[in-house]
């Protein structure tokens, strides 16, 4: 069954630093999508991507976030320069179309010192 | 707002019995619903969806509910297994063009041998 994978699984960065986190979504997918998950807590939206844009982001989703589309397969979300409450697990998503259901990858745990 | 480190509601069954989850949600214009497992360590996998045109649809041992008066879902798994032991939620999608969830708090399922 296909699936969507995410790497690296866990990343360690310093404050300050940039990060760019990794998603592979299912191939015939149209749709893509990042949330967020700090510990103990619930998932939370980012940011959706249709068509090589932006179709809708949330609050969190600042400056200081960016999503690309570099191929035809990845989608990376880059956070320029890291908080410690940026420390969180970092879930990528896609559909086929909009109003279908998401898939999601296993997540990638951000840990900011 | 929501405190750190949220206390999951938890909900613990015996092997073999059947399960009830229960969910509100908060958008009276959602027309689409999703119930995700979330396993430890891993991403929310897809269990089953609902539209608001129906208030009720059938999985593989899975019901779900959807009350659009009282803006209630409910997930009710038949025959629960120790697999079945894992965080629920319910998602709520209030824009079916931009497919962004809306996530509530998870409850904790405890399967009992």
């Known amino acids: 069954e296909p699936e969507v994978t995410q790497t690296p699984s866990h990343q360690v960065t310093q404050m300050g630093q940039e990060v760019i986190l990794r998603c592979v979504p299912i191939?015939?997918?149209?749709?893509f999508y990042w949330y967020r998950q700090i510990l103990g807590q619930k998932v939370e939206f980012l940011v959706s991507?249709?068509?090589?844009?932006?179709?809708?982001k949330s609050e969190i989703f600042d400056d200081q976030f960016s999503v690309e589309r570099p191929d035809g397969s990845n989608f990376t979300l880059k956070i320029r320069s890291t908080k410690l409450e940026d420390s969180a697990m970092y879930f990528c998503?896609?559909?086929?179309?909009?109003?279908?259901?998401?898939?999601f990858g296993d997540g990638t745990r951000l840990s900011i010192l | 707002g929501e405190s750190v480190g949220l206390h999951l509601p938890t909900l613990s069954v015996q092997e073999g019995d059947n399960s009830i989850i229960n969910c509100a949600y908060s958008n009276s214009a959602s027309d689409y619903f999703i119930w995700y497992k979330q396993e430890s360590g891993k991403g929310p996998q897809f269990i089953i969806d609902i539209r608001s045109n129906m208030d009720k649809r059938q999985g593989q041992r899975v019901t779900v509910l959807l009350n659009k008066t009282v803006k209630h879902l409910s997930l009710q798994i038949a025959a629960t297994q120790p697999g079945d032991s894992a965080v629920y939620f319910c998602?709520?999608?209030?824009?079916?063009?931009?497919?962004?969830?809306?996530f509530g708090k998870g409850t904790k399922l405890s399967v009992k041998p």
């Open positions: 998503a896609s559909s086929d179309r909009g109003d279908q259901p998401q898939h």
């Open positions: 991507f249709y068509n090589n844009e932006i179709s809708e």
């Open positions: 191939s015939n997918h149209l749709y």
């Open positions: 998602a709520e999608n209030p824009s079916r063009s931009q497919g962004n969830l809306i």
